[in-house]
């Protein structure tokens, strides 16, 4: 496939080295000579400096021949212009584009992207796929990642191991065994640095990242037998009011029993947010001061989650909440190497939105049947939810007798509106659902198994 990605930054060059990886033929547009000097030199993709809505640039990345168009520059308007040129002039198959300001996606406004005004035909929003990663840990407190499949019957828990966990040592074939009746497929563990789908004799041990795929309706109980289970938050406190922020608080002061506090350290937008939110107390100060963070609450709060647009004020007033009594803390950290010291800083979970967007994206690029993607630990393995079809390697086979490649775990079956576990003796049939984690190696054999016979690398 032919792609051009419009913008160099972090989510332009992950989404480039990914689509490389995987053979694409990748071009990226940008305005910045060193972007694209950085990029050409370290991915198998091909730069041109300029602005990606101008029709002589698309021309010279090879628009003419192009099946694929995402814009994910840092501005929406670019984003969308490339997306209509791509249109108007090339009749490009398939647009994407970034866009972050709310205004441009209230529902009212849904006929600006019809094939006969703005024809993009995915918008990808950033806060708003953030803002339901963050309601999705709140709603499940013990696990620090939750990702739903299935139509939200199957959920992918993170989790970290810890001593007083009932299973450790124990190989994971022998979990629901022990616990009868209970869903719990670990497809995932990250050990040391390391990431690495497990085989059925390989045991959990303490300090793991364990990623399990379970029944959403046994998340809790899931976590209650492995130790990690908490009490859902009550009082949380949000750390800058951007659309992120304002996302979040607007969900929370919907539920019973829950009190939220924002603090906004910009005058003008805590005095908007004020107007927009209804039982949510916003506080316009700056949450580097201990004295504001005690005004809120933070002393008391379950939750604290830092949402500005700056990393360092996101650490440091997570390190100051913790300070100060908060029970958990969560940033939103943009810089991978900051993330890469979440333990050192003692920040319980990190929101990483490059890796939001970059899921979201992937999630449409894939070829064949494959409904939802998410991207763990930088690209190191993927979770994928795929559809059986009539031309599918698996179709009509038990899962002992499918040949999956080495780095593959099955989590879970979803068929005719209920879900099951990995079982040998399942058999496979067109339209049945499966969701699995892949190595980052193991990739392209996981596509080819739902890939119709006419696609192609």
């Not at 085989?199 to 309706?217: F, M, N, S, W």
């Amino acid at each position: 496939m032919r792609v051009i990605i419009c913008g160099a930054g972090r989510v332009g060059y992950g989404l480039a080295s990914r689509l490389s990886q995987e053979r694409n033929t990748v071009t990226v547009i940008d305005t910045s000579p060193d972007l694209i000097r950085q990029i050409t030199n370290e991915l198998d993709v091909r730069g041109v400096i300029g602005h990606g809505s101008h029709p002589e640039v698309l021309v010279r990345a090879g628009v003419d021949d192009c099946d694929m168009i995402i814009a994910v520059t840092h501005t929406d308007e670019v984003n969308m212009m490339a997306c209509q040129v791509a249109h108007s002039l090339f009749n490009v198959p398939t647009k994407v584009a970034r866009v972050r300001a709310q205004g441009y996606l209230d529902s009212q406004w849904n006929d600006l992207y019809s094939r006969e005004n703005m024809p993009i035909d995915i918008i990808i929003s950033p806060e708003i796929e953030i803002g339901k990663a963050i309601l999705r840990r709140l709603n499940t407190p013990g696990a620090f990642n939750v990702v739903p499949f299935g139509d939200g019957a199957v959920q992918m828990l993170g989790v970290e191991i810890l001593e007083d966990c009932p299973i450790i040592q124990t190989p994971i074939r022998q979990i629901p065994d022990l616990f009868t009746g209970l869903h719990a497929a670990v497809v995932g563990i990250e050990r040391d640095g390391e990431l690495f789908a497990p085989t059925p004799d390989d045991p959990l041990e303490v300090g793991d990242r364990a990623y399990i795929v379970t029944q959403a309706a046994h998340s809790t109980r899931l976590l209650e037998v492995i130790g990690a289970h908490q009490t859902q938050a009550r009082h949380v406190v949000i750390i800058g009011g951007g659309n992120i922020g304002m996302y979040v608080a607007e969900k929370l002061e919907g539920k019973t029993g829950m009190r939220v506090r924002v603090i906004e350290r910009d005058k003008e937008r805590a005095e908007k947010v004020a107007e927009h939110l209804n039982r949510t107390v916003i506080l316009n100060g700056d949450a580097m001061d201990a004295e504001i963070q005690e005004e809120a609450g933070v002393a008391n709060a379950e939750m604290v989650i830092s949402l500005t647009n700056s990393d360092s004020v996101n650490i440091l007033s997570a390190v100051l909440a913790r300070k100060l009594g908060a029970r958990t803390t969560i940033s939103l950290i943009n810089e991978l190497s900051m993330q890469e010291m979440q333990s050192e800083l003692g920040i319980d979970m990190i929101i990483d939105p490059r890796a939001s967007t970059i899921s979201s994206i992937l999630r449409h690029v894939r070829r064949g049947r494959i409904l939802e993607v998410y991207s763990l630990e930088h690209g190191g393995a993927e979770v994928i939810e795929g559809e059986v079809l009539d031309t599918s390697p698996m179709a009509g086979k038990a899962l002992r007798d499918v040949m999956l490649s080495e780095g593959v775990a099955i989590g879970a079956i979803i068929a005719d509106g209920d879900v099951f576990p990995p079982s040998g003796e399942f058999v496979l049939r067109p339209g049945h659902r499966v969701v699995l984690m892949a190595e980052k190696g193991a990739l392209e054999g996981v596509m080819t198994m739902f890939r119709v016979s006419s696609d192609y690398y």
